[in-house]
């Protein structure tokens, strides 16, 4: 297995632009999660699936933030418009339901000037 | 209180010294504990899980305090490859897979 799949490795953006990161979780992991990694927060959970539905979304910042799950193989992470706070490592993990596995994605640095 | 709370160090440790790291949680129905190890410009990566018993995996250690609702890692022997920051990882519950990581521990093995 390829593991946890991410795109793109690295992101710079002009302030407003929309930015879409994009996850490919692991075949057969039923819980999809997004985190955000800053020096002065650390790991924030943003949202999280549970068989492609949003269970806990109580971590997006702000209606800027928006994600989705189609189906089991695929998620977005969309900022719209993007400002320079939003700067940070976003990383997409996936685990087997009620498992142990959370296994991360390489992550997206973002950068947003 | 901080849900999951650790000491961010830097802890600077000499080349086969012994090293321990607590964390608390702040959630008494938290049911799973898990260390994580994350190297510079790296993703998270699982280390151990921690259970009730405690449990160890060669040079480390990990052990849970439900009393006290604080986990423990120690390791042993320690190498130059084990300088990484280590968070400290807490499931809130059977049904709900959704997990807080501490801010983590910052490691610098010396030569």
């Known amino acids: 297995d390829a593991g946890v799949i991410q795109s793109p490795r690295h992101e710079v953006t002009e302030m407003g632009q929309e930015v879409t990161l994009r996850c490919k979780p692991i075949?057969?992991?039923?819980?999809l999660f997004w985190y955000r990694q800053t020096m002065m927060r650390g790991l924030e959970l943003l949202i999280y699936?549970?068989?492609?539905?949003?269970?806990?979304d109580s971590g997006m910042p702000e209606d800027r933030f928006s994600a989705k799950m189609p189906n089991a193989s695929f998620s977005t992470l969309k900022i719209q418009p993007s400002e320079p706070r939003d700067s940070a490592v976003y990383f997409c993990?996936?685990?087997?339901?009620?498992?142990?596995?959370?296994?991360f994605g390489s992550g997206t640095r973002l950068t947003v000037v | 209180r901080k849900e999951v709370e650790q000491d961010p160090g830097p802890f600077n440790v000499p080349e086969g010294a012994t090293v321990a790291f607590n964390c608390t949680y702040s959630?008494?129905?938290?049911?799973?504990f898990f260390w994580y190890r994350q190297d510079c410009r790296k993703e998270p990566k699982l280390l151990m899980s921690?259970?009730?018993s405690g449990n160890e995996d060669g040079r480390f250690t990990a052990q849970l305090n439900r009393a006290s609702q604080y986990i423990s890692l120690l390791i042993r022997d320690s190498k130059l490859s084990d300088s990484a920051t280590y968070l400290c990882?807490?499931?809130?519950?059977?049904?709900?897979?959704?997990?807080?990581f501490g801010k983590g521990t910052r490691l610098h093995i010396l030569p």
């Open positions: 699936f549970n068989n492609n539905v949003p269970i806990d």
């Open positions: 075949s057969g992991h039923n819980s």
């Open positions: 993990a996936s685990s087997p339901r009620g498992g142990a596995g959370y296994t």
């Open positions: 921690v259970y009730s």
């Open positions: 959630n008494s129905a938290s049911q799973s």
């Open positions: 990882v807490v499931n809130f519950g059977w049904r709900d897979d959704k997990i807080i």
